[in-house]
C-alpha cells in the first residue's frame, strides 16, 4: 500500500470521535483544547499529562469533555486563551484585586479579609485626618448677640427688683462666684456628670442622638453642658439638623479643650432659657422665687435645674396657654416634684449634698405667680424713665453711656420707696376720683392731669413720684417737665433772696446800692394795695422799654393790708398770698438776686421765665414738681441744697460700677433757711394752706395758682420729707396741634381751682401715710433776722370791707388769729387789671398762650405776665419729654 493511503495512527482509547476531536483542537473552532495543551497554569486543575512534555490529555467520552469545559468556565476557548470560567492572571499585580482574580462563582465577588481590614483602616483613617483638619480649621466663635442681650434690672430703694427692662432679653448675667454652688451641682448631676472630666461631648450621647435622628426623631439628647452653652450662646443657627448638630460636636470640643470650665458652666447658666421669659441663673431666680441668685437654696436649685428641661412642662404654675392638655399645674407640679427630687438623690450620690440637707427638701418650693418681667405700666415706667435720664445724664459721673445702658446688663439700685410711690398713686387716684366727672362735665373736667414728687430733705433722694394715669398710655411724666407754671410758690425764693442780700438802699447810687443792701425781716412792711403801681429801688415807677408802667393786681382784685397805704408785713403777705407786696419786694432786691435764689435752692436756669420783668417774682416760670420738691427741701435742710437723684447705685456682673455720693452746696445761710420755713408754717397754720395740715406734725408750705386758673400747686415738706403737688388742664392727645393749657373754671364743680384745694387735700392725704410710723420733728426755731424796712407796722392788717381774700380762712384776720375753716368758701370771681393793659381799670383775663406761656394777672398770688410775649426772654412753649430733658426738666440737657 502506497504510503499516502495509509491511514494515520488512531488516539488511544478515543475512537473516531476522540481522533476528530484532537484533530481539530489546534483549529481556532469553538472546542477548546485539552488541558495541558496550552501551558497554562490551569493545567494543573484535573489535569491527566504524564510529564511535563505537554502531551495532550485525552478525555474518556464526550460527556467527560463537556464536563472539562465547563470547569473551564462553560465556554470553549480557543487554544489560545483561557476559558471563560477562569481569568487569566493579570500581567502586573492589582492594588485592589477587585474582583479576585483567581476565584471563580460567587467567591469572586466575596472581598477577602485583608481587603476589608484595609479599607475599613483606609476609611478610618480618612475620618480621623479629615476631624484633626476640622478640627485645626475650627476658631471658638463669640458669643451671639443673642446671648449677650441682656436686660437691665431696677431695683427699689431696700433691694427688691422693680423691674427688668430695657434690653432685648430678660437676661442679667452674673459671675460664677454669685451663682450658687448647690445650682452649680444641681445642673452637673443631673446633666453632665463628667462636666469637669470630659472634652465637650459624650460620645455615647450622641450615639444615642444619631440613632433618634435614624428612626426620624429629632438631635435632642445626648448633649453635655459644654455642647448646651455652644447652641444657646454661640450657634445663631438653632435648628434641628445633621449639619446643625455636627458643627455644635467641632465648636463644642474646641470649647472643650479651649476654655475653662468654670467659664463654661458660667456662661451656660447665664444663657440658659428657664422659661417666664428669663434667661440665665439671675432673671429665672426672680421670676420664680422673687430673689437674687446668690440667695437661692438647695431645693430651689433643684427645681430650677428640672425647668432647664423645658418650663413648659416643668413650671408648677402650669402653662396650659401653650398646652391646655399636657400642661397643667396638677401635671407640671408632679413633674417638677419629681425631677427635682431626682436631682436631689444624684447630688447626694455623687457627694454634692449631704443626706441631712438633703431630707430638707421633700416639697416644691413657693414660687412667684408668672408676671411680665417687662411691664411699665402704671408708675413703673415714669421710675424707669427718671433712672435712666439720671444715668445718662450723669454719665461723667456713671461712665455709662446711652449706647451702653442699651446693652443693658446692669443692676440698677433706685432711691424709690415702694410704699410711697404706691400711697402717692393712691392719693391723686382717690382725689380724681371723687371730684373729677369727665363724662358728666366734659367742659371742664376733661384732660385734668396731676403730677407729683417727694424728695428726702436729709440726701436729695427722690422717693416717690406720680407721673400720671399709666406710662403706657399717658406718655408725658408729669413729675417731670410739664410747662406749668408754678405761681405762687415761688414767692419762698422772693423772701430769701430779701433776707439773704437784702433790698437795696434808694438813697444810695446804683453801684453803691448793688453792695451795700438792708437785709428785712419776716416783720417788714410793704404794700398790699390792689393796682399797685410798681417802683424801682430809687422811686421811680418801673416802666418798660415801651414807656409803659405796671399796676400789680392782687387775688379778686382786692387790697390787703392797713388802710390808707395798705401796709403789711412779709410774714401776712405769704400767709394771704399778697401779689402786690411781693413783686415790689423783689424789684427792691432785684430780680437778678431773686433768680439767683431761686437757683440756689436748686431749679434750674432753663425753667426760669421772664427774668426781666416784675411778674418774675409771682411764678411765670415753670419748674417740675422733682424740682420744686427738691427746692423746698434745701429750707427744710436749713439752707444746705442737694440735687435731687433716682439712682443709688449701678453694677454689673463684674462688680460695682457707680454709687452716687451726696454732695451738699450752702444755697442760704441757716438764719435765712429757717426763717423762711417760719413765715411758710404761717401759711399752713393760718393762710391759705391749711387744707394741708397733718396732726401733730409741723408743716410749712406754699399754695400757687396762676392766673386764667391753669395750673395751681401746692408744695410743701416736714423735716423729713419734701413734696409737690401739681394740677394742671392739658390735652393729652399728641395730634391736636397748637395745644394749650386750659382754664379749670368748674372743673372737679368749683368755681375755681386753687392750690389750696384738690392739690393741698393729695398732699396732706399722702403725706399722712408716708410718714406714718416716723417721729414728728419739730422745725428750727429761728433766730432774729434782718431790719424793719418801710414804716412801723399797724396793729392789724384788716382788708376793706368790700375786700374778700380769696384763700382766707376768715373774711378779716385780726391780731388774735382766730381758727381758720379748713374748707374755705368759694371766693366770687372778679375783672382785674392785666398787665398787657397798662393803667388799666377792668379787662376780662386773656390767658395764656399754652406749655410755659404767661398768663396775665394773678390769683392765689398768682402770675402776671410778661408786658410783651414777644420779648428775647420767652421761654421754649414745648413740654419736657418725661425723661428730665424738658425745661425745667429734672436733669436737663439732652439725653446722650
Known amino acids: 500500500m502506497s504510503e499516502h493511503r495509509r491511514k494515520p495512527q488512531q488516539p488511544q482509547g478515543g475512537g473516531r470521535a476522540a481522533a476528530r476531536r484532537g484533530q481539530s483542537g489546534s483549529s481556532s473552532g469553538r472546542r477548546a483544547a485539552p488541558r495541558g495543551a496550552t ?37 470553549r476557548a480557543g487554544s489560545t486563551g483561557p476559558g471563560r470560567g477562569r481569568s487569566a492572571p493579570p500581567d502586573k499585580k492589582r492594588i485592589i484585586d477587585y474582583p ?37 480649621m475650627v476658631e471658638v466663635p463669640d458669643e451671639a448677640k443673642t446671648a449677650r442681650a441682656q436686660n437691665n434690672v431696677y431695683y427699689w430703694a431696700d433691694g427688691t427688683q422693680m423691674v427688668a ?53 429629632g438631635t435632642q439628647g445626648g448633649s453635655t453642658i459644654t455642647q448646651q452653652y455652644v447652641k444657646n450662646a454661640m450657634l445663631d443657627d438653632q435648628s434641628q439638623t445633621i449639619s446643625r448638630k455636627v458643627k455644635e460636636i467641632f465648636v ?19 444663657s440658659a432659657y428657664y422659661g417666664r421669659g428669663a434667661y440665665g441663673i439671675q432673671a429665672a431666680a426672680q421670676a420664680y422665687f422673687d430673689k437674687k441668685a446668690v440667695d437661692l437654696n438647695e431645693g430651689e436649685c433643684a427645681l430650677l435645674s428640672a425647668v432647664l428641661k423645658g418650663a413648659t412642662y416643668y413650671d408648677p404654675a402650669g402653662a396650659t396657654s401653650i398646652d391646655p392638655v399636657g400642661a397643667t399645674r396638677e401635671k407640671n407640679e408632679k413633674r417638677a416634684r419629681l425631677q427635682m427630687q431626682d436631682t436631689l438623690e444624684k447630688m447626694v450620690e455623687y457627694g454634692h449634698l449631704d443626706p441631712a440637707d438633703r431630707a430638707k427638701y421633700t416639697k416644691l418650693p413657693k414660687v412667684e405667680n408668672p408676671r411680665s418681667n417687662t411691664a411699665l405700666s402704671g408708675q413703673i415706667g415714669y421710675l424707669v424713665d427718671l433712672a435712666k435720664a439720671y444715668i445718662v445724664n450723669n454719665s461723667e459721673e456713671t461712665g455709662i453711656t446711652a449706647n451702653q445702658l442699651e446693652q443693658g446688663g446692669y443692676s440698677i439700685t433706685t432711691t424709690f420707696d415702694k410704699k410711697k410711690v404706691e400711697a402717692l398713686e393712691k392719693s391723686v387716684t382717690k382725689v380724681y376720683k371723687a371730684n373729677i366727672k369727665p363724662e358728666e362735665r366734659p367742659k371742664t373736667d376733661t384732660h385734668v392731669q396731676f403730677g407729683g414728687a417727694s424728695v428726702d430733705p436729709a440726701t436729695g433722694a427722690i422717693v416717690a413720684i406720680y407721673g400720671g394715669s399709666d406710662a403706657t398710655k399717658h406718655f408725658t411724666n408729669n413729675a417731670d417737665a410739664t410747662g406749668a407754671q408754678v405761681g405762687s410758690t415761688f414767692k419762698p425764693y422772693v423772701l430769701a433772696a ?29 404794700s398790699g394795695k390792689n393796682k399797685l403801681k410798681i417802683k424801682e429801688y430809687d422811686g421811680s415807677i ?12 392782687n387775688d379778686g382784685d382786692e387790697s390787703l393790708g392797713t388802710p390808707p397805704d395798705y401796709k403789711i408785713d412779709l410774714r401776712e403777705a405769704m400767709q394771704f398770698s399778697v401779689n402786690s407786696a411781693f413783686v415790689q419786694l423783689g424789684v427792691d432786691v432785684g430780680l437778678d438776686k431773686v433768680k439767683d435764689s431761686a437757683m440756689a435752692s436748686g431749679l434750674l436756669e432753663s425753667s426760669l421765665a421772664g427774668t426781666n420783668y416784675p411778674s418774675f417774682s409771682l411764678g411765670t416760670s415753670n419748674p417740675s414738681a422733682i424740682r420744686m420738691a427738691g427746692s423746698y427741701a434745701t429750707f427744710a435742710a436749713s439752707g444746705e441744697q442737694r440735687e435731687p437723684f433716682s439712682v443709688k447705685k449701678v453694677t454689673d456682673k463684674d462688680g ?111 403725706m399722712e401715710g408716708a410718714l406714718k410710723g416716723q417721729k414728728a420733728l419739730p422745725f428750727p426755731t429761728p433766730k432774729p433776722i434782718g431790719e424793719i424796712v418801710n414804716d412801723t407796722p399797724s396793729p392789724t392788717a384788716t382788708p376793706s370791707p368790700t375786700e374778700t381774700e380769696e384763700e382766707t380762712p376768715s373774711a378779716s384776720p385780726s391780731t388774735s ?72 426738666g429734672l436733669f436737663g440737657g439732652p439725653a446722650g
Open 100 to 136: 479576585r482574580h483567581d476565584k471563580y462563582g460567587w467567591r469572586r465577588w466575596m472581598p477577602s479579609w485583608r481587603f476589608v481590614t484595609g479599607m475599613c483602616i483606609a476609611f478610618f483613617g480618612s475620618m480621623v485626618a479629615a476631624a484633626g483638619i476640622a478640627y485645626s
Open 252 to 270: 463644642s470640643v474646641k470649647v472643650g479643650t479651649t476654655k475653662d470650665k468654670n467659664d463654661i458652666l458660667e456662661g451656660y447658666l447665664n
Open 817 to 888: 388769729e382766730p381758727e381758720p375753716e379748713r374748707s374755705r368758701p368759694t371766693p366770687t370771681e372778679s375783672a382785674t387789671c392785666r398787665v398787657f393793659d397798662f393803667n388799666c381799670e377792668d379787662e376780662d383775663d386773656t390767658g395764656g398762650t399754652g406749655p410755659g406761656g404767661s398768663d396775665a394777672g394773678g390769683t392765689d398770688g398768682g402770675v402776671s405776665s410778661s408786658p410783651s410775649a414777644s420779648e428775647s426772654e420767652e421761654e421754649d412753649t414745648s413740654r419736657g419729654n418725661g425723661n428730665g430733658n424738658g425745661s425745667g
Open 498 to 526: 430779701a433776707m439773704q442780700w437784702g433790698v437795696r438802699d434808694p438813697d444810695r447810687d446804683p453801684v453803691q446800692a448793688q453792695d451795700e443792701r438792708t437785709k428785712v425781716s419776716e416783720k417788714s412792711l410793704y
Open 39 to 75: 501551558g497554562s497554569p490551569s493545567d494543573s486543575y484535573g489535569s491527566d499529562s504524564r510529564d511535563s512534555g505537554g502531551e495532550d490529555h485525552t478525555y474518556g467520552s464526550r460527556a467527560e469533555a463537556r464536563r472539562g469545559a465547563q470547569r473551564g468556565g462553560g465556554r
Open 165 to 217: 427692662t430695657g434690653g432685648e432679653r430678660n437676661r442679667q448675667k452674673i459671675n460664677l462666684g454669685e451663682i450658687p454652688k448647690a445650682m452649680q451641682n444641681a445642673v452637673i448631676s443631673q446633666e453632665n456628670k463628667t462636666f469637669y472630666e470630659d472634652s465637650g461631648i459624650d460620645p455615647n450621647g450622641i450615639a444615642r442622638a444619631v440613632f433618634n435622628m435614624a428612626r426620624g426623631g
Open 656 to 766: 460695682t460700677v457707680f454709687t452716687h455720693k451726696t454732695q451738699t452746696k450752702p444755697a442760704f445761710t441757716a438764719l435765712v433757711a429757717d426763717n423762711v420755713t417760719d413765715v411758710l408754717k404761717t401759711v399752713v397754720e393760718d393762710g391759705t394752706g391749711t387744707n394741708a395740715q397733718l396732726e401733730g406734725r409741723e408743716v410749712a408750705g406754699k399754695t400757687g395758682t396762676t392766673d386764667g386758673n391753669k395750673s395751681a400747686w401746692f408744695v410743701g415738706y416736714t423735716p423729713q420729707l419734701s413734696t409737690a403737688i401739681s394740677m394742671f388742664r392739658y390735652p393729652d392727645d399728641e395730634s391736636i396741634k397748637n395745644r394749650q393749657f386750659l382754664e379749670m373754671y368748674g372743673t372737679g364743680a368749683q368755681d375755681k381751682i386753687h392750690g389750696a384745694s384738690f392739690p393741698s387735700e393729695i398732699w396732706a392725704d399722702y
Open 542 to 553: 418801673w416802666q418798660n422799654e415801651k414807656g409803659e408802667q405796671w399796676q400789680q393786681v
